[in-house]
């Protein structure tokens, strides 16, 4: 038993320091702010903070220790290994078990008697933290239905967070949905070629060591990692829009939760078209300069010009979009939220597609700087 609470707890280097804070904290506590209320419950919120961060790494540390998808070289190893699904995994078990519940009841316990907190917080933020490493794990292993659950749930979380029935049952749904899809990414091993977004640790030197060089790699009609396709643009635009609407419950005043919106909704539009922009144009000049444009008045040039269609309909819409949603009877929070939703969807699939514009538009192509060698496309 000891040997695997052991294994589930991080290195010396984290656990020693935790302890120390602790000792000092409550022996600052019993020794000189016993008679103090006031101090006495800022040593309990010192406390609670450092617990709740220690939970918070516990589970990042459950997933990113033993999931073969952060650690190259093991993953490697594995692929190799007479190893399949459901046998023990070699460097400890990626799954809850029961170990799991020893050391939270401890961190837990040790918070409700220090500080007071509900005993059902600290195990809410390990599950919710070891969920959203996993959700990663799923985008990039084939399991992208679990990644997509857990991704809108987190939102629903944030919702539901003053109904303690609700936000326990929804935090079970979301912690079942990550093992199945935890389940059914191992059964699916070996993967292949994977990136993580987080860490980018487990990228392999071979990936990052291929290219065909400058200009037939850009030339190329291979999808870059990370694309998105199909629906889950879709996706991605009703997920910016879920997350800006219930991370916005959080303000306390109506008032504050609309001006949190509104500056999401204005950073949206921002991160729409520069974001758009920042994908197409690095390596690529257009047809003529500025100048020669004027010279030879030729304003305008149709197979160049069409990128910007996109992000001109997306700012349009940004601005003009709460107030056409609040006319018809949306709250501000709703009208906001809604248009930030059209405004990514616009960005992500506006025309043309990445690989058309690459291999198709009146551009010249370089190398990404400072450079005068240019290759004529399209």
């Given amino acids: 038993m000891i040997r695997r609470l052991r294994l589930l707890l ?3 280097i984290v656990i020693v320091p935790l302890l120390v804070f602790h000792l000092v904290t409550v022996g600052l506590h019993l020794l000189l702010f016993r008679h103090f209320q006031a101090t006495e419950e800022a040593a309990g919120r010192v406390l609670l903070a450092a617990m709740v961060l220690a939970t918070m790494f516990q589970g990042a540390y459950r997933v990113i220790a033993f999931h073969p998808f952060y650690n190259a070289d093991y993953r490697e190893w594995l692929g190799r290994a007479p190893w399949h699904w459901p046998r023990p995994l070699p460097a400890g078990p990626i799954h809850l078990v029961w170990e799991d519940a020893v050391i939270l009841g401890t961190f837990t316990g040790v918070t409700w008697y220090e500080a007071g907190l509900s005993a059902f917080v600290l195990p809410l933020v390990f599950l919710g933290v070891r969920a959203a490493f996993l959700m990663e794990t799923f985008f990039l292993t084939g399991q992208r239905g679990h990644g997509w659950i857990i991704a809108f749930g987190f939102g629903w979380l944030v919702w539901t967070r003053s109904r303690s029935p ?19 990414s191992m059964r699916a091993f070996p993967w292949g070629d994977c990136r993580s977004l987080f860490l980018r640790t487990c990228e392999p030197e071979a990936i990052l060591s291929k290219g065909l060089g400058w200009p037939y790699q850009g030339l190329g009609p291979l999808d870059e990692p990370g694309v998105l396709k199909g629906r889950e643009k879709a996706l991605v635009a009703l997920l910016a829009g879920w997350s800006v609407f219930t ?4 303000a306390s005043l109506a008032e504050d939760r609309v001006l949190i919106i509104q500056y999401a909704w204005g950073f949206s539009g921002m991160a729409a078209v520069l974001g758009r922009l920042t994908t197409y144009l690095p390596g690529t000049d257009g047809p003529l300069s500025l100048a020669g444009r004027i ?14 269609l996109g992000p001109v309909a997306a700012l349009i819409i940004c601005g003009a979009g709460p107030f056409a949603f609040h006319r018809q009877g949306a709250s501000w929070p709703v009208a906001f939220s809604a248009t930030i939703t ?18 198709t ?11 005068r060698e240019h290759v004529r496309v399209g």
């Fill in 247 to 250: 991370m916005s419950s959080l």
């Fill in 342 to 359: 059209l405004v990514v969807f616009v960005a992500l699939t506006a025309r043309p597609s990445l690989a058309a514009w690459r291999l």
């Fill in 10 to 12: 991080p290195h010396d």
């Fill in 361 to 371: 538009c009146d551009v010249r192509t370089r190398p990404r700087g400072i450079t």
């Fill in 166 to 184: 609700l936000l326990i049952g929804s935090t079970a749904v979301l912690t079942l949905v990550a093992e199945l899809g935890l389940r059914a």
């Fill in 295 to 308: 010279r030879l008045g030729r304003w305008i040039i149709p197979g160049y010009d069409r990128l910007f």
